[in-house]
């Protein structure tokens, strides 16, 4: 799917195809076809009758860099206008393929799933890609997608609202447990709004018996500290890697003294693609700590891992858990591999603010419980 930036343009919801993405499709090619032309003119002999090999270098690389560069020009598009219930995909450069217009007919909800697609890898260890899709529902139960988000779940969810909105259908994020069913009308509505409409009875906040995280009360609202959890300790990857680097270079030094310089430098080059993503990913796990201030106007998160963000309370539209436990073994690359289930997510049109990674099931649900009381309290007084 090649879109992945959407915005709303009057009726129409437009996905555009970013800069970076066309850049790294392009460029190689506009690289590897610049050279070939260089090798080609300057190994060009004398002109003759017969058509040399370097005029074919020079040929086939002046056209696989135009093309390179046509390519980095490129815009791929796709659009969904809400009136005409049609989904239109323009390709070249803007020109609308009349042959890809689509028409919905009746349309029942915009749906958003997750997918976790392990990646297999060649020469390095596999990996995990979370990939939110976007889809639109109709009244026969077909699926058509409208857009995949790998690792990007904000994006997906602004994305599947705006185009609710847009067709007046109702909004389901199966991603969240339970399942988050909203109409048009209700998607800017708080999460104390909704639970105090819905008349839903609240979590009751049930304290576990290893509490990892300190909760302080006061006449302002609540201050909760979660200090550091060391969920990995950084040194012993280091020290396993310095170990079995040099390990291997006194075997390298012992048979091979002759040429050890070389193999020396090769040997750092296979061992720093691999020790590195380790290294980066333990070190942010083990120095995690976080802060939070629930007031009545707004909920303030600091975390070493996901940074500071404030989300007002009427702003604030979701908090859910995010659980990491699927294909974790994969999660090689991400520092959320080292969490016991998950983190809470809460949520608005503009930010979206992460925490508790370092809790376990039975803290994070009594922490869900104590905020989402306190918020509906708040808002009730309000």
Not at 34 to 41: D, E, K, M, N, R
Not at 116 to 121: L, Q, Y
Not at 131 to 158: C, K, M, T, Y
């Amino acid at each position: 799917m090649i879109v992945s930036r959407w915005s709303l343009q009057g009726h129409c919801l437009e996905g555009k195809r970013p800069l970076p993405s066309c850049l790294q499709a392009g460029v190689p090619v506009a690289l590897t076809g610049g050279l070939l032309f260089l090798i080609g003119w300057l190994t060009r002999p004398d002109p003759g009758p017969e058509m040399s090999l370097s005029d074919l270098f020079e040929y086939l690389g002046g056209a696989a860099m135009v093309f390179g560069v046509v390519w980095m020009l490129v815009r791929e598009r796709r659009t969904l206008d809400g009136r005409a219930r049609t989904l239109s995909d323009w390709s070249c450069l803007g020109w609308p393929d009349a042959g890809m217009v689509t028409r919905l007919g009746e349309i029942e909800a915009v749906v958003i799933d997750r997918e976790a697609k392990v990646i297999r890898g060649r020469d390095l260890p596999d990996s995990v890609e979370d990939v939110d899709s976007v889809w639109i529902l109709h009244r026969g139960g077909d699926l058509r997608q409208l857009d995949s988000f790998p690792n990007r779940p904000f994006e997906a969810r602004r994305t599947a609202e705006a185009a609710s909105r847009l067709l007046g259908v109702e909004y389901r994020d199966t991603t969240c447990n339970p399942p988050d069913i909203k109409t048009p009308s209700e998607l800017d509505e708080s999460l104390g709004q909704r639970c105090l409409r819905k008349g839903q009875p609240l979590p009751q906040p049930q304290e576990p018996t290893n509490l990892r995280f300190r909760c302080m009360e006061s006449p302002e609202g609540l201050d909760i500290r979660i200090p550091r959890a060391r969920l990995v300790d950084f040194w012993r990857p280091v020290l396993w890697g310095m170990g079995l680097f040099l390990a291997a270079l006194v075997l390298l030094v012992q048979f091979l003294a002759d040429d050890w310089m070389m193999m020396l430098l090769v040997l750092l080059f296979a061992a720093l693609p691999l020790s590195l993503p380790w290294i980066c990913t333990s070190w942010p796990a083990s120095r995690l700590t976080e802060s939070l201030r629930l007031t009545r106007r707004s909920l303030k998160v600091d975390s070493t891992l996901y940074g500071r963000h404030e989300i007002p309370l009427a702003e604030l539209e979701d908090l859910f858990l995010r659980d990491f436990r699927e294909n974790r073994m994969y999660r090689n690359y991400q520092v959320e591999r080292y969490f016991p289930v998950g983190c809470l997510c809460a949520r608005s049109d503009r930010v979206q603010a992460c925490f508790g990674g370092s809790l376990d099931e039975a803290n994070l649900e009594y922490l869900r419980a104590l905020l989402l009381n306190r918020i509906v309290e708040y808002t009730r007084s309000d």
